[in-house]
């Protein structure tokens, strides 16, 4: 019976840290409950998302103040036609003391939004 009243317990806490999370994104992000019951759904899922919308909707905003409430990391990659893997991935470099170093590329974060990457070859799709 223990194990049910947990179960309760952890579902009960997970509709208040959804609701916590929901008010602190709806702070910035206004009139568009139903895109951030879904961004916070896709996160929770471990999932990805795809926004789609016309320009000035706000989703770098949503996605940036996203990562800002739950305190994780965020990069966003303009994907462009002369985009090579290495500039989202990174590369290594010959340091000062000759020893190479690798430098992450924005690839390296929690939350990552990759705008339009249709524009961009398919060698640099590949890499994400």
């Known amino acids: 019976m223990s194990n049910n009243t947990s179960d309760a317990q952890a579902v009960d806490q997970l509709g208040i840290k959804y609701e916590s999370l929901k008010n602190e994104i709806g702070k910035v992000i206004v009139g568009q409950e139903e895109v ?8 929770f899922c471990k999932g990805h998302s795809l926004l789609v919308g016309v320009p000035g909707l706000a989703k770098t905003l949503l996605v940036h103040t996203a990562a ?21 991935v990174g590369s290594e470099i010959l340091d000062e003391n000759r020893n190479f170093k690798f430098l992450k590329g924005p690839l390296f974060s929690n939350i990552i939004l990759a705008d ?3 524009r961009t070859p398919p060698k640099t799709q590949s890499a994400l």
Do not use: V
């Open 36 to 43: 951030i019951d879904l961004l916070i759904l896709s996160i």
């Open 116 to 118: 339009e990457i249709n």
């Open 68 to 88: 800002q409430a739950l305190g994780l990391s965020f990069n966003r990659i303009q994907f462009t036609p002369d985009l090579m893997p290495s500039d989202i």
